[in-house]
């Protein structure tokens, strides 16, 4: 589930609040149709759960085991690049980075 770059960007984002489809969508530059397609393959192997507030369905991480493997995949990735791994870093360097840049280039490295 996590060889395929959209799906982490996706679960990443769900790492600190519940989203829904347009709202992922918007945040992975995909179309909706995709995103369910994505939503509900994490669904089938219960990394994400679903909940409903009227006619919108929320997604968020199955677990807090689940947020702990996207946030080791991702730091993993950050090991491939050059330089300091982003989460070796200062929390004010941390704030920086994560302003400045989009996780796409840390999922790239997946």
Excluded: C
């Excluded at 929320?58 to 050059?82: I, K, M």
Aim: charged share 25%; hydrophobic share 40%; proline share 5%.
């Amino acid at each position: 589930m996590l060889a395929d770059p959209t799906r982490v960007q996706m679960l990443w984002a769900l790492a600190n609040r519940e989203m829904s489809v347009n709202e992922l969508a918007d945040h992975v530059g995909k179309p909706a149709a995709s995103v369910s397609q994505h939503l509900a393959k994490l669904r089938m192997a219960r990394l994400v759960r679903t909940r409903r507030d009227g006619t919108t369905i929320f997604y968020s991480h199955e677990n807090d085991h689940v947020r702990q493997l996207v946030t080791d995949a991702v730091y993993n990735a950050e090991h491939a690049g050059p330089g300091i791994p982003a989460h070796h870093r200062s929390s004010r360097d941390l704030a920086e980075l994560h302003d400045r840049a989009p996780v796409a280039r840390k999922v790239e490295n997946l």
